[in-house]
């Protein structure tokens, strides 16, 4: 990741009760390579260095988004991500999951999975269980702000979004 000053950076919480942090990047590294120093929105600075379990975002400020690419005679293209981390202590797998997208709100969800005593040990099986979990709890609360966004912009209350 690169950053340079006067850049904006979103910092998802590690855990779903967590909320995100929204700050701009104040002085960057050689060639926009952390550290970074970041005034965060609650008007504290600090040091950034990204471990492997952050997840970041980094839109150059002003009105447009890091992603978004508009032309008139191809449409618009928005490209969201989502970052999966997964923990394994003994029998029980934790999957975290968090959708990146153009918005300063970062929605996160977490799954689990626990294997049987009897069960063989492989971790690919828990991983895909709590990954899977994960992403159904993430698309049903990306539905749910989607309701949200309608009846903010119509007045309209008890909005319903068919998940297909």
Do not use: C, K, N
Not at 18 to 42: H, K, L, M
Request: net charge negative.
């Amino acid at each position: 990741m690169r950053a340079r000053p006067g850049d904006h950076i979103v910092l998802a919480g590690e855990r779903v009760d967590q909320p995100a942090r929204g700050g701009e990047v104040v002085t960057a590294g050689p060639d926009g390579d952390p550290p970074y120093t970041v005034r965060w929105d609650d008007g504290r600075t600090s040091t950034l260095y990204p471990g492997p379990g952050a997840v970041l975002r980094v839109s150059e400020g002003g009105e447009e988004h890091a992603g978004v690419v508009a032309r008139p005679e191809l449409g618009t293209m928005r490209q969201w991500s989502v970052r999966v981390t997964l923990f394994e202590r003994g029998d029980d797998t934790t999957a975290t999951v968090a959708l990146l997208a153009d918005s300063p709100e970062a929605l996160t969800a977490r799954g689990t999975s626990h294997r049987a005593h009897d069960d063989r040990p492989d971790a690919h099986i828990g991983d895909r269980v709590a990954v899977a979990r994960a992403l159904r709890v993430l698309a049903d609360r990306v539905l749910g702000a989607a309701e949200e966004d309608i009846e903010s912009a119509t007045g309209e209350h008890d909005v319903h979004v068919r998940g297909r």
